[in-house]
T-cell receptor, first 117, second 114 residues
Framework: NAGVTQTPKFRVLKTGQSMTLLCAQDMNHEYMYWYRQDPGMGLRLIHYSVGEGTTAKGEVPDGYNVSRLKKQNFLLGLESAAPSQTSVYFC????????????????FGPGTRLTVL | GQNIDQPTEMTATEGAIVQINCTYQTSGFNGLFWYQQHAGEAPTFLSYNVLDGLEEKGRFSSFLSRSKGYSYLLLKELQMKDSASYLCAVFSISVTDSWGKFQFGAGTQVVVTP
């Protein structure tokens, strides 16, 4: 049981390049999320998914796209990278949105450190 | 987390107690989580409160007052390995949104000194 994994762990891009970050979870979770974490800003939600084939915008979606073709995978795409997208990206998953207990907690992947020059 | 406030940094000595406060403003409150995040690592779940009162888990305790929009995380018998960032996160469900969401505070960096 690997939990939540992310690929790659590190990446350096030039402005205008594109890339895809892959998140995979083996816990059969319905919900998956992409966050970015910047110093002094906390974790900010980019996009999320409440099930296979569904995606929705979070707090800071501009410049990113996502896809959830399989339940266990959630992809984050940058079509044209900008220096403002330099950040640490975390994927997370949770069982479901029940709102009734600690099982709502999210499980996080190890993160992807992205630098855009 | 614009609506979640916690101190930026706290320093304490090994064996001491530290209390990290978190205040929040949200509608549709459905729980408050505390996470621990070591440098360069992912956040990991520490505690959860949805009702007023104190929840104790070993050396860590978390308190919630829903009427005051206030929570704290208490770390007792501090160890060097407790040096980390502690994130307060509020889970809320709005009447217009079928999906609940997490909002995270910026984190409190706890530095434990010998």
């Amino acid at each position: 049981n690997a939990g939540v994994t992310q690929t790659p762990k590190f990446r350096v891009l030039k402005t205008g390049q594109s890339m895809t970050l892959l998140c995979a979870q083996d816990m059969n979770h319905e919900y998956m999320y992409w966050y970015r974490q910047d110093p002094g800003m906390g974790l900010r939600l980019i996009h999320y998914s409440v099930g296979e084939g569904t995606t929705a915008k979070g707090e800071v979606p501009d410049g990113y796209n996502v896809s959830r073709l399989k339940k266990q995978n959630f992809l984050l795409g940058l079509e044209s990278a900008a220096p403002s997208q330099t950040s640490v990206y975390f994927c997370a998953s949770s069982k479901e949105r029940s709102g009734t207990g600690s099982t709502d907690t999210q499980y996080f992947g190890p993160g992807t450190r992205l630098t855009v020059l | 987390g614009q609506n979640i406030d916690q101190p930026t940094e706290m320093t304490a000595t090994e064996g001491a107690i530290v209390q990290i406060n978190c205040t929040y403003q949200t509608s549709g409150f459905n729980g408050l989580f505390w996470y621990q995040q070591h440098a360069g690592e992912a956040p990991t779940f520490l505690s959860y409160n949805v009702l007023d009162g104190l929840e104790e888990k070993g050396r860590f305790s978390s308190f919630l007052s829903r009427s005051k929009g206030y929570s704290y995380l208490l770390l007792k018998e501090l160890q060097m390995k407790d040096s980390a960032s502690y994130l307060c996160a509020v889970f809320s469900i709005s009447v217009t949104d079928s999906w609940g969401k997490f909002q995270f505070g910026a984190g409190t960096q706890v530095v434990v000194t010998p």
